[in-house]
């Protein structure tokens, strides 16, 4: 099934998608370290959200398919850029579940999580290193 989007330049190096499907928008400036100005999410920074927002997706499909009480997911991620070329190096993510699931279950949503489809789509050359433990997920990472 294909998923239509467009791009389109705004402001002096910004880009605007549109999500066909929904028309959701989403806009994206080059980081201060890449002559851009920081302002939103870079292509790459989308590239690394979109590992942590598959298995978390990923996880709560799963819970639901197989009747595992999973009350909230979570996750913190750090991207680090290889220099040259300048490309994702390494992904450091880990995943808060929110669950008093038994060991075998928490083991189940695991293993789904790290088949997630994004993950599976990243190149051998991008590390990833995830982590998953139990927690009480709020939307502050603090």
Known sequence: MAVAM???SVGPLGMEVVHGPSGALVRT???????????RFSPTDLCAASLGVCASTILRLTAARLGIELRGVG????????ASPRRLGRLVV????ETDCPEADFARLEAAGRACPVRLSLGPDVVVEESYVRG?????TD
């Open 6 to 8: 467009h791009g389109y």
């Open 136 to 140: 009480l997920v709020t939307a502050s």
């Open 94 to 97: 880990t995943y808060t579940l």
């Open 75 to 82: 996750f913190t991620l750090e991207k680090h850029m290889n």
């Open 29 to 39: 400036e080059p980081p201060v370290d890449n002559g851009g100005d920081g302002s």
